[in-house]
């Protein structure tokens, strides 16, 4: 499961990636015009959705590549996948609760 856990804090830097790698590929961000500006939007959810509320200084919204692709993938990161990556892990590093014996095995604690 520490795996798992460790592997889902990949998931925004993989979105992150494609979506540069789209953004490249059609030459910028065409203002949902484009044909890769979907999947942009897509791989930015759901922090993408937080943009246009969040205060950002002037010279992350005047890039686009920072405003719409890696700003949304931080925030992915640290509202979305880190929260859950980390409750997966402090679920994997909690002790097994303990069971009580079955009459076969002889009698339980306290009995």
Wanted: a neutral charge; proline letters at 10%; hydrophobic letters at 55%.
């Amino acid at each position: 499961m520490r795996i798992v856990a460790i592997g889902l804090l990949g998931i925004p830097v993989v979105c992150g990636v494609v979506a540069t790698a789209a953004f490249n590929s059609q030459g910028g961000f065409g203002a949902g015009h484009g044909d890769a500006d979907p999947l942009i939007g897509l791989l930015g959810c759901p922090a993408l959705f937080l943009l246009p509320w969040l205060p950002v200084p002037d010279f992350i919204s005047q890039h686009d590549l920072i405003a719409i692709i890696w700003l949304p993938a931080v925030l992915n990161e640290l509202l979305v996948w880190g929260p859950i990556a980390w409750f997966m892990f402090r679920l994997s590093r909690r002790a097994p609760d303990a069971r009580p014996l079955s009459k076969a095995q002889g009698p339980a604690l306290g009995d």
